[in-house]
């Protein structure tokens, strides 16, 4: 595998894992901080990353409604919070 290869490689394995990080927040509320970066382009490339996830989630998930035969949404039962005794 050349080096077009390995970039293409290395850009799809980033875009997956920012697909992942946008389905955490969604689902938990929990965000990536970028202010523990210290240049200012880092932190500009790494919020324009997750937002590419962000994205790419919301299309998937375009995608799965779009069609109601394949996709179906299940009720999630919500956990019960447990009250001291």
């Known amino acids: 595998m050349g080096l077009v290869g390995a970039l293409v ?6 875009v997956l894992i920012a697909v992942c990080l ?14 523990y970066l210290s240049s200012k382009s880092h932190q500009r490339i790494l919020g324009t990353v997750v937002g590419v996830g962000e994205r790419l989630f919301d299309v998937a998930v375009a995608f799965m409604c779009a ?9 999630v039962p919500r956990p019960r919070s447990e009250s001291p005794d």
């Open 67 to 75: 069609y109601p035969s394949v996709f179906r949404r299940e009720q």
């Open 22 to 35: 946008a389905g955490i927040r969604r689902a938990t509320g929990l965000t990536l901080q970028t202010s």
């Open 9 to 14: 490689h290395a850009s799809f394995d980033v």
